[in-house]
């Protein structure tokens, strides 16, 4: 009894450690976010400011890329998400020998780094896109050229999200709308898309999170432009600055927020399911009776 | 409207492997016809063969009378009901029911004006914005039925849809069942591992085994005269005692069993010298002295009392017991354990069957 | 331009194989349930999908590759020069790595950087399989639902902080100035500052903590599906603790350990930002030369094939421990 509680304490103790690992660099970031010495400096407090987060708000830099990872961020999940979803159909349709070789290919790009996708795809791009002039003056961007990078990548993330939804599909349900008299593209439309709907959300969020943070690809693939996080960076590079820690403090309220937020759907999404269950449950019993 | 459905020796293969091997057969308009077999049998398959998730690999299916070749089971006149019934999750009641409707193109009211029709015949009357999560086992199945029926099929396909409901509903659906096709008048073709339910429900039954069609007859039929040891093992209890065919006089032979000289009824016409099985059903048997040749005796090794009958199990040959079923109206005195009690029958009630495959128990 | 347009060939010659493979199965495919492809999915969507999946695997994917590989086999020349007569094949790009340019010596430098980038990946990947791995098999395993729900969160949240912040704050934490050398220097530990960056520890630790959930959450998923039952069982036979782990948890885990440390270790030496931030002064990692033969050089072809030379030895480097571990690929990336 002693040696378990003992365990349990050592349990505690390590989960303590793991977490403040985790988060201890965050916390210290996020009180120098409010501390006037343009050092950032958690300890001594020497005052409360808001400054830093008014200085952040007028960097234009930050601002510009914080468009552009915007941009890019939508324009990667409007590409990603429809290839990772007719990546997973195919794979699902495709003859078992020749999906070993198609697997291979797909997740690829999860096992390069990302510096060297980067690197590929302006090489690759830059002459692909300077054939003719008219190409190279309307696509060869920082824009464009990161949207392919990073999709290369991210269509894996979703190829596998929409994987693991598919498996769970039961075939019979496509099986009843045929013989129900529906087309194959209407049983995409009405009944396996709506069963993929929140892989679409996962892959959604994710996807565009992943581009939003992205550095490694990034970095080679914008060329002249600039993203959030290149701007970073550079800021990074050349120093610190307190206005770093603001942001930081923004990004972390605002996935909080996402989680909490998430998490209120989920229980609600749960209660609905129980009451469902109740119903089903009650009018079983009716049915016993009758 | 309902249509026949003709098999015309299928055959399916998957590989190497033969599911169905050269079924034929006629399925009358308006029929209620089921396939009674163990599962693997292939009665699966035929059923999607008829439904056209299978082409055959040989043969044709007619339905009403047309070549199906080709038709894929979104243009069949069929419909079918699943095992697992596969109602969307993610849709209403009505939605679910009004599905083959909405792909038919029929208009948002007029659809609603069909699913409250629909809601109506299968008792669940308003209940149409419910998530099909919301139901109990009963109502799925009622609700998978106006499914099926909602886009006026002339085939009915049903593939053990009670499997899932418990013993007292299963019963209770049977009836609502038959009802329902008496009332639409479209033919039923129902999948079952559940004999019972092939013969309350059906006209005619086919039993299969290993991919081949056994019998094709109606209820008392196939249960008074099995044509194979394989019908007559699987449907009903019945003992068999295997043997070979000493004499062969008019309607009846002798078998040689473990028990000795056995008669029955020689339906097959088989002659001396065959391999042969005697099936004695144990209702049919008597625990008294009868005629010589159908009278044997054997130690009772245990005695399920059941209510309005007893069951009474005596050492058969090998593992398998011997089974008389003594009802109570008989007044016949039970023996005790151990006891060694005569066993009579009927030669009219014990039928010899040539040799071939049993159910497995 | 002949060299370059050569590699739209292999993609044409994989499809066929694709289609090829395809064919030959759906003729000797027995199986009555088979559909057609369009016939499965309508034509419409079907090219779509195909379109779609087509220009992924070959513009984004195939290609850039295969080009950037032939890219590292040409000579670094100015716009105007290239496809002329001087753009020719050569190896030049990889003599440079093994062989200083003019002296002819062996160029240590890049070569001594390859290998420590290697040697603090491994090193990186094991620290966090050591460090995740009790807290995966916690959640996975003994923790209350309830509990684990709030722990995943709780990891998720700051992984949505960007690398660069992270690496950021850590910097905050360890720099001479940094909370941690107040404290050491306020306990007394220490006089003088110690210097975290400089002696790469802040590089060790900027790694460890960038890719930390990238180990744990394969690691939770593998231990997540196994019965428990089956520790019990040993439990009951009388195995210590550490015996369950070892004969029963981490063989069942395998794959979901292989993938977790692969990712770890490939995201390690492909990193950029906890070595630009983090690492000491004197430090070179390998990415960094790549970096700079883009950004100061502009010697793409010698970037590129640097980035071959990593890539390759990575790869060979993973495929030779899979291969050690009994572990095949495709368990790993799932």
């Given at each position: 009894?002693?040696?378990?509680?003992?365990?349990?304490?050592?349990?505690?103790?390590?989960?303590?450690?793991?977490?403040?690992?985790?988060?201890?660099?965050?916390?210290?970031?996020?009180?120098?976010?409010?501390?006037?010495?343009?050092?950032?400096?958690?300890?001594?407090?020497?005052?409360?400011?808001?400054?830093?987060?008014?200085?952040?708000w007028n960097h234009r830099a930050m601002m510009d890329g914080l468009k552009n990872s915007v941009i890019i961020g939508l324009g990667v999940v409007s590409l990603a998400v429809p290839i990772g979803l007719s990546a997973a159909i195919i794979m699902n349709q495709i003859y078992h020998r020749a999906r070993g070789l198609y697997y291979l290919v797909t997740i690829s790009p999860l096992l390069t780094p990302g510096v060297i996708i980067g690197i590929s795809t302006v090489i690759f791009w830059?002459?692909?896109?300077?054939?003719?002039?008219?190409?190279?003056?309307?696509?060869?961007?920082?824009?464009?050229?990161?949207?392919?990078?990073?999709?290369?990548?991210?269509?894996?993330?979703?190829?596998?999200?929409?994987?693991?939804?598919?498996?769970?599909?039961?075939?019979?349900?496509?099986?009843?709308?045929?013989?129900?008299?529906?087309?194959?593209?209407?049983?995409?439309?009405?009944?396996?898309?709506?069963?993929?709907?929140?892989?679409?959300?996962?892959?959604?969020?994710?996807?565009?999170?992943?581009?939003?943070?992205?550095?490694?690809?990034?970095?080679?693939?914008?060329?002249?432009?600039?993203?959030?996080?290149?701007?970073?960076?550079?800021?990074?590079?050349?120093?610190?600055?307190?206005?770093?820690?603001?942001?930081?403090?923004?990004?972390?309220?605002?996935?909080?927020?996402?989680?909490?937020?998430?998490?209120?759907?989920?229980?609600?999404?749960?209660?609905?399911?129980?009451?469902?269950?109740?119903?089903?449950?009650?009018?079983?019993?009716?049915?016993?009776?009758? | 409207?309902?249509?026949?459905?003709?098999?015309?020796?299928?055959?399916?293969?998957?590989?190497?492997?033969?599911?169905?091997?050269?079924?034929?057969?006629?399925?009358?308009?308006?029929?209620?016809?089921?396939?009674?077999?163990?599962?693997?049998?292939?009665?699966?398959?035929?059923?999607?063969?008829?439904?056209?998730?299978?082409?055959?690999s040989d043969g044709t299916v007619r339905i009403g009378g047309q070549d199906m070749r080709g038709i894929g089971p979104n243009k069949r006149p069929t419909a079918l009901i699943f095992q697992n019934l596969a109602l969307f999750p993610l849709m209403s009641v009505s939605e679910n029911i009004t599905y083959g409707l909405r792909v038919r193109g029929m208009g948002k009211a007029e659809r609603r004006k069909k699913a409250d029709e629909l809601l109506e015949l299968i008792a669940l009357p308003?209940?149409?914005?419910?998530?099909?999560?919301?139901?109990?086992?009963?109502?799925?199945?009622?609700?998978?039925?106006?499914?099926?029926?909602?886009?006026?099929?002339?085939?009915?396909?049903?593939?053990?849809?009670?499997?899932?409901?418990?013993?007292?509903?299963?019963?209770?659906?049977?009836?609502?069942?038959?009802?329902?096709?008496?009332?639409?008048?479209?033919?039923?073709?129902?999948?079952?591992?559940?004999?019972?339910?092939?013969?309350?429900?059906?006209?005619?039954?086919?039993?299969?085994?290993?991919?081949?069609?056994?019998?094709?007859?109606?209820?008392?039929?196939?249960?008074?005269?099995?044509?194979?040891?394989?019908?007559?093992?699987?449907?009903?209890?019945?003992?068999?005692?295997?043997?070979?065919?000493?004499?062969?006089?008019?309607?009846?032979?002798?078998?040689?069993?473990?028990?000795?000289?056995?008669?029955?009824?020689?339906?097959?016409?088989?002659?001396?010298?065959?391999?042969?099985?005697?099936?004695?059903?144990?209702?049919?048997?008597?625990?008294?002295?009868?005629?010589?040749?159908?009278?044997?005796?054997?130690?009772?090794?245990?005695?399920?009392?059941?209510?309005?009958?007893?069951?009474?199990?005596?050492?058969?040959?090998?593992?398998?017991?011997?089974?008389?079923?003594?009802?109570?109206?008989?007044?016949?005195?039970?023996?005790?354990?151990?006891?060694?009690?005569?066993?009579?029958?009927?030669?009219?009630?014990?039928?010899?069957?040539?040799?071939?495959?049993?159910?497995?128990? | 331009?002949?060299?370059?347009?050569?590699?739209?060939?292999?993609?044409?010659?994989?499809?066929?194989?694709?289609?090829?493979?395809?064919?030959?199965?759906?003729?000797?495919?027995?199986?009555?349930?088979?559909?057609?492809?369009?016939?499965?999915?309508?034509?419409?969507?079907?090219?779509?999908?195909?379109?779609?999946?087509?220009?992924?695997?070959?513009?984004?994917?195939?290609?850039?590759?295969?080009?950037?590989?032939?890219?590292?086999?040409?000579?670094?020349?100015?716009?105007?020069?290239?496809?002329?007569?001087?753009?020719?094949?050569?190896?030049?790009?990889?003599?440079?790595?093994?062989?200083?340019?003019?002296?002819?010596?062996?160029?240590?430098?890049?070569?001594?950087?390859?290998?420590?980038?290697?040697?603090?990946?491994?090193?990186?990947?094991?620290?966090?399989?050591?460090?995740?791995?009790?807290?995966?098999?916690?959640?996975?395993?003994?923790?209350?639902?309830?509990?684990?729900?709030?722990?995943?969160?709780?990891?998720?949240?700051?992984?949505?902080?960007?690398?660069?912040?992270?690496?950021?704050?850590?910097?905050?934490?360890?720099?001479?100035?940094?909370?941690?050398?107040?404290?050491?220097?306020?306990?007394?530990?220490?006089?003088?500052?110690?210097?975290?960056?400089?002696?790469?520890?802040?590089?060790?630790?900027?790694?460890?903590?960038?890719?930390?959930?990238?180990?744990?959450?394969?690691?939770?998923?593998?231990?997540?599906?196994?019965?428990?039952?089956?520790?019990?069982?040993?439990?009951?036979?009388?195995?210590?603790?550490?015996?369950?782990?070892?004969?029963?948890?981490?063989?069942?885990?395998?794959?979901?350990?292989?993938?977790?440390?692969?990712?770890?270790?490939?995201?390690?030496?492909?990193?950029?930002?906890?070595?630009?931030?983090?690492?000491?002064?004197?430090?070179?990692?390998?990415?960094?030369?790549?970096?700079?033969?883009?950004?100061?050089?502009?010697?793409?072809?010698?970037?590129?094939?640097?980035?071959?030379?990593?890539?390759?030895?990575?790869?060979?480097?993973?495929?030779?421990?899979?291969?050690l571990f009994k572990v095949s690929l495709g368990e790993t990336i799932r």
């Open positions: 009894m002693n040696s378990k509680s003992v365990m349990r304490g050592m349990i505690g103790f390590y989960i303590f450690l793991f977490f403040f690992y985790l988060f201890g660099p965050l916390i210290v970031m996020s009180i120098t976010a409010f501390n006037t010495p343009s050092y950032p400096q958690a300890y001594p407090f020497e005052g409360f400011t808001l400054d830093w987060f008014v200085k952040l830059k002459d692909m896109l300077g054939l003719t002039d008219f190409t190279k003056a309307t696509f060869y961007k920082g824009i464009i050229l990161t949207i392919f990078g990073q999709a290369s990548f991210i269509s894996a993330y979703c190829l596998l999200i929409f994987m693991a939804r598919l498996t769970r599909f039961d075939r019979s349900q496509e099986e009843a709308a045929l013989d129900l008299g529906a087309s194959y593209p209407q049983v995409f439309w009405h009944i396996l898309l709506p069963f993929l709907k929140p892989a679409v959300v996962s892959a959604i969020v994710i996807g565009f999170l992943s581009s939003f943070e992205n550095y490694n690809t990034t970095t080679f693939a914008i060329l002249a432009d600039k993203t959030l996080v290149t701007v970073l960076a550079g800021e990074v590079r050349q120093g610190t600055n307190p206005a770093l820690s603001a942001l930081a403090v923004i990004i972390i309220g605002i996935s909080l927020g996402g989680a909490i937020i998430y998490e209120i759907l989920k229980r609600r999404e749960q209660q609905k399911a129980d009451l469902a269950q109740r119903e089903a449950v009650l009018a079983e019993r009716q049915e016993a009776v009758a | 409207m309902s249509a026949g459905v003709e098999l015309d020796q299928i055959t399916v293969r998957f590989g190497e492997f033969t599911a169905v091997d050269n079924a034929t057969l006629d399925i009358k308009g308006g029929e209620f016809f089921s396939f009674l077999g163990p599962s693997g049998c292939g009665k699966t398959t035929i059923l999607r063969t008829v439904s056209g998730f299978l082409e055959p308003g209940q149409g914005d419910k998530l099909v999560s919301e139901l109990s086992g009963g109502q799925k199945q009622r609700v998978a039925i106006a499914r099926a029926l909602a886009v006026q099929p002339q085939v009915l396909l049903l593939d053990e849809p009670l499997s899932a409901l418990d013993l007292k509903l299963r019963q209770h659906m049977r009836n609502e069942l038959r009802a329902i096709q008496q009332l639409v008048g479209i033919t039923f073709i129902y999948i079952t591992h559940d004999q019972g339910e092939a013969l309350t429900m059906s006209d005619r039954i086919a039993v299969m085994s290993d991919g081949v069609i056994q019998q094709v007859a109606d209820g008392k039929s196939v249960y008074d005269d099995p044509k194979t040891a394989f019908v007559a093992s699987f449907v009903g209890e019945n003992n068999a005692f295997a043997g070979t065919v000493t004499r062969a006089d008019g309607d009846y032979a002798v078998v040689e069993t473990a028990f000795g000289p056995l008669r029955g009824r020689n339906s097959h016409g088989l002659r001396p010298g065959g391999r042969a099985i005697l099936f004695i059903r144990p209702e049919s048997a008597r625990l008294a002295a009868g005629a010589p040749d159908a009278t044997f005796s054997s130690k009772v090794k245990n005695v399920a009392f059941e209510g309005n009958m007893s069951h009474v199990f005596l050492e058969g040959i090998g593992k398998k017991d011997v089974t008389v079923t003594v009802s109570r109206q008989d007044g016949a005195a039970i023996p005790g354990q151990d006891e060694v009690a005569a066993i009579s029958y009927d030669p009219n009630l014990g039928l010899v069957l040539p040799e071939g495959k049993m159910a497995r128990e | 331009m002949s060299s370059r347009a050569f590699v739209f060939i292999i993609p044409i010659i994989v499809i066929a194989i694709f289609w090829a493979m395809a064919k030959f199965e759906y003729r000797n495919n027995n199986d009555p349930t088979r559909k057609g492809y369009f016939e499965r999915n309508g034509k419409v969507l079907g090219i779509a999908f195909i379109a779609l999946v087509a220009f992924w695997t070959l513009f984004l994917v195939g290609l850039p590759y295969l080009y950037m590989v032939v890219e590292s086999f040409h000579p670094q020349l100015p716009p105007i020069k290239r496809g002329g007569p001087d753009d020719i094949l050569t190896i030049a790009q990889y003599q440079s790595f093994l062989l200083s340019k003019h002296t002819d010596s062996i160029n240590w430098l890049h070569i001594s950087s390859l290998g420590f980038t290697i040697f603090v990946s491994i090193v990186v990947t094991a620290l966090n399989f050591c460090i995740c791995y009790p807290l995966a098999y916690y959640m996975a395993q003994t923790g209350a639902t309830q509990k684990v729900r709030l722990l995943m969160l709780c990891l998720i949240v700051p992984y949505w902080v960007n690398e660069i912040l992270r690496a950021f704050s850590l910097r905050l934490l360890l720099a001479s100035k940094g909370l941690i050398n107040q404290i050491l220097m306020w306990v007394g530990f220490t006089d003088v500052p110690i210097d975290f960056l400089g002696n790469n520890t802040g590089l060790y630790v900027g790694l460890s903590y960038a890719y930390l959930l990238v180990m744990m959450f394969p690691l939770y998923n593998a231990i997540e599906s196994l019965d428990k039952n089956q520790i019990e069982a040993a439990r009951d036979l009388g195995a210590p603790w550490w015996r369950i782990h070892k004969d029963v948890v981490i063989p069942y885990a395998k794959p979901g350990i292989a993938s977790g440390c692969t990712m770890v270790f490939m995201l390690s030496a492909g990193s950029l930002a906890a070595p630009q931030f983090l690492g000491g002064p004197r430090m070179l990692w390998f990415t960094a030369i790549i970096y700079d033969f883009f950004f100061q050089n502009f010697n793409w072809a010698r970037g590129a094939a640097y980035s071959f030379i990593l890539l390759a030895v990575c790869i060979a480097l993973v495929m030779l421990l899979l291969r």
